[in-house]
C-alpha cells in the first residue's frame, strides 16, 4: 500500500515500469483465479512463499536474538499461511466473488485514503510508524470501501445496509496491515519488504492490507454467509 510519498517517491521514468508491473500481476492473478484448482493452489502457494521470504529478510534485520527471530518466523508462517489456506478454500468453495470483494476492498481502502489524506490532509495517525497517513486519509478509505462493497453487492443482485458498515470495518482492517508491514520495515531499517515487483518493491508492500482483510473478512464470512451469500 502506499508509503510517505517523501520516503517512497520513485523517479517518474518508473510510471511506465509500475505500470507494466501492474498489468502483470492483475493479468497473473486473473488468470490465475479463473483457471482456479491446480493453477490457482500453485499460484497461492508461490506468493505465500514470496511473501515468508520477505518475511524472514525483515525478521532478521529487524530482531537479534535466535529466539526472537523464531517466534517471528513462526508467527509469519501462521499469518501468511491461514491467508493463503483461506484464498485456496474460498476460491474451491464457490467464493470467487468473495475474493474479488477482498481485493476492491483494498484498492477501494488505498485509492480512496491517499486522495483524501493529499487533499485534506490533517492530524497524522502514527507519524512514527508512516509519516504520510492521516485520520482524514483513513475516513476518506472507510467511506471509499464501504462504498465499493455496497455497490459490489448490490451488482451481484443482493444488498445490505450491512455493506457499508463492513466495509468501513474492513478498511480499518486494510490500514492496520499496512501500518503494521510499516512498523516492521522501520524496525529493519528499510524502505521495501523486496524488489521482485520492479517500480513497486517486494510483495509484502502490494499485500500488506490484503493478508488481514481476507483472514478478517473470512472468518466473519464463515461466522455469517447471510449477509456474504449474495457474493
Not at 502457494?45 to 527471530?69: C, D, H, K, N, Q
Not at 487533499?119 to 465499493?148: D, N, Q, Y
Not at 462493497?149 to 455493506?163: E, I, K, M, P, Y
Amino acid at each position: 500500500m502506499i508509503e510517505n510519498p517523501a520516503e517512497q517517491k520513485r523517479p517518474n521514468s518508473d510510471l511506465g515500469t509500475r505500470t507494466v508491473s501492474s498489468l502483470l500481476m492483475i493479468a497473473v492473478s486473473g488468470l490465475a483465479l479463473w483457471l482456479g484448482s491446480y493453477a490457482f493452489a500453485i499460484f497461492v502457494i508461490a506468493i505465500a512463499f514470496g511473501l515468508l521470504r520477505e518475511w524472514r529478510s525483515l525478521v532478521w534485520a529487524m530482531t537479534p536474538g535466535t529466539a526472537y527471530r523464531f517466534a517471528w518466523t513462526i508467527g509469519g508462517m501462521l499469518y501468511i499461511g491461514t491467508a493463503a489456506g483461506l484464498m485456496a478454500f474460498l476460491r474451491d468453495s464457490g467464493g470467487t466473488m468473495l475474493l474479488l470483494a477482498f481485493v476492491g476492498i483494498v484498492i477501494a481502502t488505498d485509492t480512496g485514503a491517499y486522495f483524501a489524506g493529499r487533499a485534506i490532509g490533517g492530524p497524522k495517525i502514527a507519524p512514527k510508524i508512516s509519516p504520510s497517513k492521516t485520520w482524514a486519509g483513513l475516513v476518506g478509505g472507510m467511506i471509499a470501501s464501504a462504498l465499493f462493497l455496497t455497490v459490489f453487492q448490490n451488482w451481484n443482485g443482493g444488498f445490505s445496509g450491512w455493506a457499508v458498515i463492513i466495509g468501513a470495518q474492513l478498511a480499518v482492517v486494510a490500514q492496520a496491515g499496512d501500518f503494521f508491514e510499516s512498523w516492521m520495515k522501520r524496525r529493519a531499517g528499510v524502505k521495501d519488504s523486496g524488489n521482485i515487483l520492479p517500480g513497486h518493491g517486494g510483495l509484502l508492500d502490494r499485500l500488506d492490507g490484503l493478508l488481514p482483510v481476507i483472514i478478517i473478512g473470512s472468518v466473519a464470512w464463515l461466522g455469517s454467509t447471510s449477509f456474504w451469500g449474495a457474493l
